[in-house]
């Protein structure tokens, strides 16, 4: 998995569980990001449809989530991993603006990233393999580049990582059929279909994922953009269709509310936390619409790159951090019967550490 702003790792586990507890077959991950939970849902039997408005993120989803791994020839899979790895390094549009205007990676890997993205465009467009070697290519250029883990800066001196070698491996794959799907969710959230259970894990505050991650935008698509700033971001960064409604404090609430209501499913999961712009009150109260309602607390790190301080676009340290550490929440909603069932594991009194659960609040 690359770096990832929000990203619900230690929170697997515990979706994983209320998953397998709820014995759904169906589910639905709304906002899927780098698929990790829709590749826990997967692996414990469901049929997915992974959603969400980044061209990475439909890689990502058309790679982990329907792409069948019993499909896969793996002796193909590994001849066009090694045909890519052993190219030779090309200068182009991705070195020149991500390692010679700017510094996310050093300049070598930046050539094999050009040479290796070419030929995946070149000669496997159209094999069931591109995103599966798209999706392979990017987890590559995450080790070794020089960030925080946002491209809206890089490091002032080269990190470590960057001096190593770019290279390819193959990207994990699951058995069974899933759906990949590009759009927004407060257009299609009531449109997918119905699920027996549903995953909601929105933005919560004013971070745009399509600027953080611009670089793996550009990666995918291969269009070579006009950028602007030291970060150099895409042109269309300042397109409105590139803004989402969850970034906008008035516009977000309201729009998580219809989303919530919108979407068709035996049981509800949201997950959120304390420094998002809804109050767990509010979250309670939305997802009441699907029936009764438990909410979990969990005691988690904030994101690396908000444990170690505030950089500027030139990657010079402008600021510090007021806390290590924030709530995340798991709201459950659903009929009571089968609620109270799922959540019963992390009945509680007491706010908990160390990545344990706990109920904090019923109606």
Same mark, same amino acid.
């Given at each position: 998995?690359?770096?990832?702003?929000?990203?619900?790792?230690?929170?697997?586990?515990? &979706?994983?569980? $209320? *998953?397998?507890? +709820?014995?759904?077959?169906? !589910?639905?991950?709304?906002?899927?990001? /780098?698929?990790?939970?829709?590749?826990?849902?997967?692996?414990?039997?469901?049929?997915?449809?992974?959603?969400?408005?980044?061209?990475?993120?439909?890689?990502?989803?058309?790679?982990?989530?329907?792409?069948?791994?019993?499909?896969?020839?793996?002796?193909?899979?590994?001849?066009?991993?090694?045909?890519?790895?052993?190219?030779?390094?090309?200068?182009?549009?991705?070195?020149?603006?991500?390692?010679?205007?700017?510094?996310?990676?050093?300049?070598?890997?930046?050539?094999?990233?050009?040479?290796?993205?070419?030929?995946?465009?070149?000669?496997?467009?159209?094999?069931? &393999?591109?995103? $599966? *070697?798209?999706? +392979?290519?990017?987890?590559? !250029?995450?080790?070794?580049?020089?960030? /925080?883990?946002?491209?809206?800066?890089?490091?002032?001196?080269?990190?470590?990582?960057?001096?190593?070698?770019?290279?390819?491996?193959?990207?994990?794959?699951?058995?069974?059929?899933?759906?990949?799907?590009?759009?927004?969710?407060?257009?299609?959230?009531?449109?997918?279909?119905?699920?027996?259970?549903?995953?909601?894990?929105?933005?919560?505050?004013?971070?745009?994922?399509?600027?953080?991650?611009?670089?793996?935008?550009?990666?995918?698509?291969?269009?070579?953009?006009?950028?602007?700033?030291?970060?150099?971001?895409?042109?269309?960064?300042?397109?409105?269709?590139?803004?989402?409604?969850?970034?906008?404090?008035?516009?977000?609430?309201? !729009?998580?509310?219809?989303?919530?209501?919108?979407?068709?499913?035996?049981?509800?999961?949201?997950?959120?936390?304390?420094?998002?712009?809804?109050?767990?009150?509010?979250?309670?109260?939305?997802?009441?619409?699907?029936?009764?309602?438990?909410?979990?607390?969990?005691?988690?790190?904030?994101?690396?790159?908000?444990?170690?301080?505030?950089?500027?676009?030139?990657?010079?340290?402008?600021?510090?951090?007021?806390?290590?550490?924030?709530?995340?929440?798991?709201?459950?909603?659903?009929?009571?019967?089968?609620?109270?069932?799922?959540?019963?594991?992390?009945?509680?009194?007491?706010?908990?550490?160390?990545?344990?659960?706990?109920?904090?609040?019923?109606?």
């Amino acid at each position: 998995m690359i770096k990832y702003i929000g990203s619900k790792r230690r929170l697997v586990p515990v &979706l994983g569980d $209320l *998953l397998a507890a +709820s014995s759904a077959s169906t !589910a639905l991950d709304l906002f899927t990001g /780098t698929t990790r939970v829709a590749q826990e849902f997967k692996r414990r039997g469901a049929h997915v449809t992974a959603v969400d408005t980044a061209r990475y993120s439909e890689i990502f989803s058309q790679c982990h989530i329907e792409t069948d791994a019993s499909s896969v020839n793996k002796d193909d899979l590994r001849d066009a991993i090694d045909y890519l790895n052993g190219l030779p390094g090309e200068a182009g549009y991705f070195t020149e603006t991500f390692c010679v205007q700017s510094r996310y990676f050093q300049p070598f890997n930046g050539e094999r990233v050009d040479a290796i993205r070419n030929r995946i465009e070149s000669e496997f467009r159209s094999s069931q &393999l591109y995103p $599966l *070697l798209l999706t +392979s290519l990017i987890y590559a !250029a995450d080790r070794v580049d020089s960030t /925080t883990g946002l491209q809206m800066a890089y490091v002032k001196q080269w990190a470590p990582r960057s001096y190593n070698p770019l290279e390819l491996r193959e990207p994990e794959l699951h058995i069974g059929p899933g759906r990949a799907v590009r759009g927004d969710a407060t257009q299609i959230a009531g449109e997918l279909g119905e699920f027996d259970l549903a995953y909601l894990d929105p933005p919560y505050n004013q971070h745009r994922y399509f600027t953080n991650y611009h670089i793996w935008e550009t990666l995918v698509a291969w269009d070579a953009p006009e950028h602007y700033g030291v970060a150099c971001k895409r042109i269309d960064s300042r397109d409105e269709e590139t803004k989402s409604v969850f970034n906008r404090k008035r516009e977000m609430p309201p !729009a998580l509310r219809d989303v919530i209501a919108s979407v068709k499913a035996r049981i509800v999961i949201l997950s959120y936390n304390d420094e998002s712009w809804a109050t767990l009150e509010d979250l309670v109260q939305w997802c009441s619409v699907h029936g009764h309602v438990e909410a979990l607390a969990f005691d988690s790190k904030r994101y690396v790159g908000a444990q170690i301080g505030i950089f500027n676009p030139s990657g010079e340290k402008v600021g510090q951090v007021d806390r290590l550490r924030n709530l995340e929440y798991v709201v459950v909603a659903g009929p009571a019967n089968e609620v109270k069932s799922i959540t019963a594991p992390y009945v509680g009194t007491n706010i908990p550490r160390s990545g344990q659960g706990s109920l904090i609040s019923r109606t």
